[in-house]
Every structure is written in C-alpha cells, then in structure tokens.
C-alpha cells in the first residue's frame, strides 16, 4: 500500500470513500453532492487530500487538510478535517499512514501545525490521535456558529 496525493483520476473511488466517511457521520449518503463537493476542492486546489492505495488500485482510506493561519504564531497551520479508512482495510495502520503523510504536509509547508476536531463518541478517534501524537487541548473552549 502506498500514500500519494489525490488526483482527478481518482474521484470516483475517492466519492465512494468520502460518502462513507459522512454515513458515519450521521449524514445521509450522497455519491453525487460528495463527487461535486471533492472535484470542486480538487480543481480550486484549495484542500490537500492523500489517499491509501492498494497494490491493485484500490482506495483504501483518505485524508483531507484545509490551510488555514495562526495570526498569533504568524505562521500557516493546517486542519486535518477528514480521515477516514473503508472497514475492510481497517487494522493495517492505514490512518496511521495517513497522519505520517499529513505531519509531512505541515513540515513541507513550514507551518506551525495542525489540528482537528472529532466526536466524543468516536472511540477509535479518540483512542488514535493521542497514539500519533496530538494533544487534548483542555486549555481551550470550543465554539460554534451555524446559520441553520
């Protein structure tokens, strides 16, 4: 298995995977509204998405960042805002791979770091992140705004 960055080629299998990533969201599936939704961040370049590919082509698990700034540290830092790896490749340190490839994106981009965000219910998340290196920021209250 091999981690590269996403390619236009790859939006049919990478849809499928993304539509899979917000079933388990508690979203309804959409193939159409993801396959627009990801090749409109790939034509605007304006995410960075890497896949896991399997020997026979296969996508396996993705991750996508966001750019974003920190104007305190006056630096660029990243949010690691979709990971996600098919059940049936689960158990083979796919997502692990995956956050490798994004540490290597915030180094390239000589940002400052990254972060992210995931439900208190997300065992699997909650139990990965601090074994890659995050840190629970309990210094900090987060908030949100939705117009709906």
Avoid: H
């Avoid at 399997?54 to 104007?71: C, E, H, I, M």
């Avoid at 309990?138 to 709906?148: I, P, S, V």
């Amino acid at each position: 298995m091999k981690i590269r960055k996403t390619t236009i080629t790859d939006l049919e299998q990478l849809a499928e995977l993304f539509d899979q990533y917000r079933v388990f969201y508690k979203k309804d599936s959409d193939i159409q509204g993801a396959k627009g939704f990801l090749a409109e961040r790939l034509k605007n370049e304006d995410s960075e998405i890497y896949v896991c590919e399997t020997a026979d082509g296969k996508l396996a698990g993705f991750v996508q960042l966001y750019p974003l700034f920190s104007s305190t540290k006056m630096q660029k830092l990243w949010l690691l805002n979709d990971l996600f790896v098919n059940q049936e490749f689960r158990g083979n340190q796919i997502s692990v791979k995956l956050i490798d490839r994004a540490k290597k994106l915030v180094e390239d981009s000589e940002a400052c770091g990254m972060f992210l965000e995931t439900g208190k219910s997300n065992l699997i998340g909650n139990n990965l992140y601090p074994k890659t290196g995050f840190k629970l920021n309990q210094a900090a209250n987060f908030y949100e705004w939705n117009k709906n």
